[in-house]
């Protein structure tokens, strides 16, 4: 059996869609356990360039069982698009299914999200305005509309007959119209008559690869810093993008992972608000922006970037368990002449090296070590070996403070520029 989750060990935007990519043309399946269309998953193959929001980065290996699993929020306008992207590709999407459990992003979670976050004034949390939060709200509340309803239509209309009041009540209060019930249902059942043939029971699919020991990837969104519960609250998801949630997002017990591949860029980059200890805002911002084209896979957004913080990574290590360590973005510091590594925190005159509630951690400072730069570039590297000496201790340092040992070094994006350790 071979069971493993492949998870952002930072703020997000590590670079896992790459990794997953990579990892799928071996995998029999892959699940996407948790988050919604608010962030987005880059990949470069020899299809094009695609930024994956919803459908699964193994997409591409059409040998591939693909799910988009019950933890998710799906917007189906979205996904839908997405699928027409990559067929218009010549992507192959007969392996691709939906859990008929998955909760459905509506429009009025949209609106109350960009409406609500507005509200906000200067303590804005940085939602994409996406609708996720609202959606995951619901769910709790259990008032939520999922994939399977679509397919349902007189359930269906039942269900939003019950919630679209205290919709429009809320829309209300923000001065918008109402949303009319026969409008939303006709656009809802309209999307279940494109999804329904992917929309299913995906737990007899995913028990049986289990059983039969068949290689599956657990695909998450985000990273640990974003956690609903262990990230930089309330600036963070709604969902839970940690190893320990993707056992309930795809539908599997917790002893059937087997590895868990913590995903790290070799500098640190966050897109919102909160706390971000090594942030910088000088020239060498400046060269990971440019150089790594760091703006957001989904809104476009420039991402915050800084040295890589050291603390986070054992945090992140304990409450994922990592068994190995994909690092990306290497070639990013290429030419600069030195490289910071942040390995503790000062609050207060103290020195600390965990991580602090957020109120806190808004108030730490970061203590740094320097290494040396390297001026070879990193691109051209396809083994250890090949790397300069400089970046090598570099990595071990990183693998030291994880620790966990390096399995994958990233120096570029396509396919061919990764190193196996």
Not at 51 to 69: E, K, Q, Y
Not at 133 to 143: E, F, H, L, T, V
Not at 207 to 220: D, M, S
Not at 387 to 416: K, M, N
Request: with cysteine; aromatic share 6%.
């Amino acid at each position: 059996m071979s069971v493993t989750a492949v998870v952002g060990a930072q703020w997000g935007d590590e670079g896992k869609g790459r990794i997953v990519d990579y990892l799928a043309q071996r995998a029999d399946m892959v699940i996407r356990f948790q988050g919604g269309d608010n962030a987005g998953h880059t990949v470069m193959n020899e299809y094009g360039l695609f930024r994956l929001h919803l459908v699964p980065s193994g997409i591409f290996n059409p040998a591939t069982c693909c799910i988009v699993g019950p933890g998710t929020v799906v917007n189906p306008e979205t996904l839908i698009g997405e699928m027409a992207e990559l067929a218009s590709a010549g992507v192959a999407l007969d392996n691709l299914w939906l859990s008929e459990r998955s909760q459905v992003v509506m429009p009025y979670h949209r609106l109350l999200d960009g409406l609500e976050e507005t509200a906000r004034g200067s303590g804005q949390i940085g939602t994409t305005r996406r609708g996720i939060g609202p959606a995951y709200a619901d769910k709790a509340a259990r008032i939520g509309i999922r994939l399977g309803d679509l397919c349902r239509p007189d359930y269906l209309a039942a269900r939003l007959a019950q919630v679209l009041p205290h919709k429009n009540l809320a829309l209300q209060h923000f001065g918008q119209p109402a949303l009319n019930l026969d409008d939303l249902l006709a656009q809802a059942t309209a999307w279940g008559r494109v999804l329904g043939p992917r929309i299913v029971d995906t737990l007899p699919m995913v028990q049986e690869a289990v059983q039969r020991g068949r290689r599956v990837l657990l695909e998450g969104q985000l990273g640990v810093m974003r956690d609903l519960d262990w990230g930089t609250y309330p600036y963070v998801t709604s969902s839970n993008p940690i190893a320990g949630a993707a056992c309930a997002g795809a539908g599997l017990p917790a002893a059937a992972i087997t590895e868990v591949i913590a995903v790290v860029k070799a500098y640190c980059t966050a897109v919102g608000a909160g706390p971000f200890p090594t942030e910088l805002k000088d020239d060498v911002a400046v060269h990971l922006r440019q150089v790594g084209q760091e703006y957001g896979a989904t809104t476009g957004r420039p991402r915050r970037c800084g040295w890589l913080d050291g603390v986070v990574l054992p945090y992140a290590a304990w409450l994922n368990g990592f068994t190995g360590l994909a690092i990306t973005k290497l070639d990013v510091l290429d030419g600069l002449p030195e490289v910071k590594l942040c390995v503790g925190y000062r609050l207060e005159g103290r020195l600390i090296t965990h991580v602090p509630d957020t109120p806190d951690l808004e108030r730490c400072e970061p203590v740094y070590e320097t290494w040396p730069g390297w001026s070879r570039s990193t691109r051209t590297a396809r083994r250890w070996e090949e790397l300069p000496t400089e970046a090598q201790a570099y990595l071990r340092r990183i693998a030291e403070l994880a620790g966990a040992p390096i399995r994958y070094v990233s120096v570029g994006p396509e396919r061919d520029q990764l190193i196996v350790v």
